[in-house]
């Protein structure tokens, strides 16, 4: 390899900088990561580097990955035959909705908790004990209904089969109650969380999906449709 002299340039030098560019690069990613880790140096062992998050965190952001999952199931369901702009819309959410949930499922590597609820929603209410208020864990699992927007297998199946305007006004209507029972859920965290980045992840989450879903509202208004209750 040459420099822009036209003098060899060594392999030593090359892995210099190679190693140099790697540091920074780490040094970076440690940098996003420290707000979530316990900082503690004299606690030896594993547990020295596991992620600190409290158990409302957890709840939520098990439910929120959860709640992502389903908007992602919704835009692969969308048909091919739609409104170009209504196309755009779903991918943006998608590749939106796809990053949030890398963050999320990497926060619950790094707690070592499950990425699956057992008792949904249950941080909603952290006065109560998990299960002790809220009943039907088995139906949550099928069809959504102890999270707020999620919709039923039933309405899945529909947008799968559905064409045309008919698929664009159901998935804009599915989708605007799905991003409104998001937004409720990231508030609810708002409220209950002092600071970290979860709730600033939530905080985020809120402002995007209020804006996308006051945008789906009008979309819906130009097929003369409103929003599902």
Same mark, same amino acid.
């Given at each position: 390899m040459t420099g822009r002299s036209g003098t060899e340039v060594p392999n030593i030098t090359i892995r210099v900088l190679?190693?140099?560019?790697?540091?920074?690069?780490?040094?970076? *990613?440690?940098?996003?990561? #420290?707000? &979530?880790?316990?900082?503690?140096?004299?606690?030896?062992?594993?547990?020295?580097?596991?992620?600190?998050?409290?158990?409302?965190? %957890?709840?939520?952001?098990?439910?929120?990955? *959860?709640? +992502?999952?389903? *908007?992602?199931?919704?835009? %692969?369901?969308?048909?091919?035959?739609?409104?170009?702009? %209504?196309a755009a819309l779903a991918d943006r959410i998608d590749a939106a909705q796809r990053l949030e949930l890398g963050t999320l499922l990497g926060w619950l590597t790094l707690t070592g908790s499950p990425p699956i609820n057992p008792d949904p929603m249950w941080w909603h209410s952290p006065t +109560?004990? +998990?299960?002790?208020?809220?009943?039907?864990?088995?139906? +949550?699992?099928?069809?959504?209904? #102890?999270?707020?927007?999620m919709a039923t297998l039933a309405e899945l199946d529909a947008l799968s089969a559905a064409h045309g305007r008919d698929a664009e006004i159901l998935f804009l209507q599915l989708m605007t109650r799905h991003h409104d029972g998001g937004v409720a859920m990231a508030r609810a965290a708002d409220l209950l969380l002092d600071d970290g980045p979860v709730k600033r992840i939530a905080r985020a989450m809120m402002q995007e999906q209020s804006?996308?879903?006051?945008?789906?509202?009008?979309? &819906?208004?130009? #097929?003369?449709a409103v929003p599902a209750g």
């Open positions: 190679a190693l140099a560019a790697l540091s920074l690069l780490l040094l970076g *990613a440690g940098a996003t990561l #420290r707000p &979530l880790v316990d900082p503690r140096d004299d606690d030896p062992g594993p547990a020295a580097s596991v992620a600190v998050l409290s158990d409302v965190e %957890v709840g939520f952001v098990q439910d929120m990955a *959860a709640h +992502h999952q389903q *908007a992602l199931q919704m835009t %692969v369901r969308l048909p091919p035959d739609v409104d170009p702009a %209504v +109560h004990a +998990h299960g002790a208020h809220l009943q039907g864990g088995a139906d +949550h699992q099928v069809d959504g209904a #102890r999270m707020p927007g804006k996308e879903s006051g945008l789906m509202t009008l979309m &819906l208004a130009e #097929r003369d």
